[in-house]
């Protein structure tokens, strides 16, 4: 109920055309019981007292009260779309919201299929239950018209009616509580079934380079298969309830057919009282029957409800403070002080960790896979919160800064590059959006990538297929420089920036990359050493702590952990 609240409370943007449309509902329930109403007159007045002026008059109010209805039913139908529609928008652009601002680790515990499916299939669930509200409040005015009219006609026979109703609402909470269950797995299996696509079309170089076809074809299939068990077990619900509640509703006609007889017969009720009440009866079944459809669809699309809910709910990590401060003339200087970072409740990945950087400087991070090199950089434009300690730019703590502010002075160059779709230009505008097409120029230049790029044969107006694809690797890293030259940050974050290039490629980047790391603080993780030699600082990273801190030579006459890791790299072993 409090989720089923929740999603209702999102009506209070849209209440003209809620009320609007309630109002409509309200018309065409009242119109529904017209017929049973009118029924009592067709059979005493006109076919037993042949009465002409009222043959007349009932048809032509049928014509009339039937072309109301229809218009209502119109304006109902429309208006609740209207608002649902609006709803819906507005639920997905909150969610995309929120997602912009959790930090990191909502993403690596989340798989990106289920995400995606919260957002789309999840929200699409909502929208049954959304635009069948009102034809809900009808359905329920015509409950209620149609009780009190039978009640009208004759309450010995009503109450006989009404004392079968608690037997549907015990057969329909029961079907309402394992169609809720089933709904909130039916969208996880969907979600599943998102996660396994979205790996295979990220992944698809690798599974075809490894042969995976059959392994992914088989997780694929896993999740096919318990998708459609799901939702032949809500179909079986779904399924099952009208007929059990059609068997109720006939038997219990059955028995006020029987006892309406009996009392006709002896003249305790006339034939158009009979009539008109089995005619209402019979249009009372049908809001029970739908509204016992409508209970299955409200347990599915709390469950979906929730879903989503998971991503408005969950916790901003993340968060600016209230007077936090624009970072102006960055200065490029960063320090850690006693700085200690874990990823929840793991051990610490940072320990206790400190350093100071001076602007211009040029400090590269290394160490053995796992000693929290990327961690170490990524606590810099805030990615993650730092668990004890503080980063400070400038010496400001970077808790300090607006994070747009904080983020617009460092600029990031990863292993792999993240293109989107559009043209070249746009993607090395994504640096700096209002940037003039000579700027972008200049940034392709600086970066090598000009001439790669006019040799294509719509040259920066080249569309990029989705990542980059029709890019090499070597072409989709000088964009990335360019963006990066453009975006013309104080701070400069190359995470293994040319680990995965040729080495004609790599001399090409490195070359831009020295362009790029002139009179800028800068921070460089490389596990290929040879790239970190001309470091002004080398910092040694093992198990979350800095064991080591020198120049390459320092380091090396140091015998320790670098000194290793050199000697592992370039040993003749190595070499062969």
């Not at 968060?319 to 624009?326: G, L, Q, R, V």
């Not at 002075?409 to 993240?418: D, K, N, Y």
């Not at 090598?448 to 297929?465: K, R």
């Not at 198990?543 to 370039?570: D, P, T």
Request: with cysteine; charged share 20%; net charge positive.
């Amino acid at each position: 109920m409090k989720s089923f609240l929740r999603i209702l409370k999102y009506f209070g943007n849209y209440k003209v055309p809620l009320f609007s449309s309630i109002f409509f509902s309200v018309i065409v329930a009242l119109a529904t019981v017209y017929p049973a109403w009118i029924m009592k007159s067709v059979v005493n007045d006109v076919l037993v007292n042949r009465d002409m002026k009222m043959l007349h008059i009932i048809a032509l109010s049928l014509v009339v009260v039937m072309a109301i209805k229809g218009v209502a039913a119109f304006g109902q139908s429309y208006l609740m779309m209207l608002a649902a529609q609006n709803i819906l928008r507005d639920i997905r652009s909150a969610a995309f919201e929120k997602l912009q601002i959790l930090s990191l680790s909502f993403f690596e515990k989340q798989k990106a299929g289920q995400i995606m499916s919260k957002i789309t299939n999840d929200v699409l669930v909502l929208q049954n239950l959304l635009t069948s509200f009102t034809d809900n409040i009808g359905q329920f005015v015509a409950l209620c018209a149609f009780c009190w009219y039978i009640f009208y006609l004759h309450w010995k026979l009503a109450v006989i009616s009404v004392v079968i109703i608690p037997f549907i609402g015990a057969i329909l909470n029961k079907f309402s509580r394992k169609m809720k269950k089933i709904g909130t797995r039916m969208q996880t299996r969907i979600g599943d079934i998102s996660s396994v696509l979205q790996e295979f079309i990220v992944g698809i170089k690798a599974i075809k380079s490894f042969t995976l076809e059959g392994f992914i074809r088989g997780r694929f299939e896993h999740a096919n298969v318990e998708n459609y068990k799901e939702n032949m077990r809500g179909n079986k619900i779904n399924a099952l309830t009208s007929p059990v509640i059609e068997f109720i509703n006939t038997v219990g006609l059955s028995i006020i057919f029987w006892y309406g007889g009996y009392e006709v017969i002896n003249n305790r009720l006339d034939a158009g009282q009979l009539i008109s009440f089995l005619t209402a009866l019979v249009g009372l079944f049908t809001p029970i029957k739908n509204l016992s459809r409508i209970s299955n669809l409200i347990s599915q699309s709390v469950g979906a409800g929730e879903r989503v809910f998971e991503i408005l709910d969950a916790p901003v990590e993340i968060s600016e403070k209230e007077n936090a401060i624009s970072l102006k003339d960055c200065k490029g200087g960063v320090s850690f002080e006693n700085v200690s970072f874990s990823y929840g409740a793991e051990e610490l990945v940072l320990n206790n960790v400190n350093l100071i950087v001076s602007p211009g400087e040029v400090i590269a991070i290394v160490g053995p896979s796992g000693a929290g090199k990327s961690t170490f950089v990524n606590l810099i434009p805030r990615f993650f919160e730092v668990n004890a300690g503080g980063v400070k730019i400038d010496g400001v703590d970077v808790r300090d800064f607006s994070l747009n502010s904080l983020r617009k002075h460092i600029g990031m160059v990863h292993q792999e590059t993240l293109l989107f779709s559009g043209t070249i230009s746009d993607n090395i505008r994504l640096g700096k959006v209002d940037a003039a097409e000579e700027e972008v120029i200049e940034a392709a230049k600086l970066a090598n990538a000009n001439d790669f790029i006019l040799s294509l044969p719509e040259g920066y107006n080249t569309l990029l297929g989705e990542r980059g694809v029709n890019l090499s690797g070597g072409q989709a890293q000088r964009i990335a420089l360019a963006r990066a030259f453009l975006k013309n940050p104080a701070i400069l974050i190359l995470d293994e920036a040319t680990s995965a290039l040729d080495s004609e490629t790599e001399n090409l980047i490195k070359e831009s990359l020295t362009k790029l790391m002139l009179n800028r603080t800068t921070f460089l993780i490389a596990h290929r050493l040879s790239t970190v030699v001309n470091a002004n600082k080398i910092v040694v990273l093992s198990k979350g702590k800095i064991v080591e801190f020198g120049k390459h030579s320092e380091l090396l006459r140091m015998k320790g952990v670098y000194s290793h890791l050199y000697e592992a790299q370039y040993s003749p072993s190595f070499s062969q």
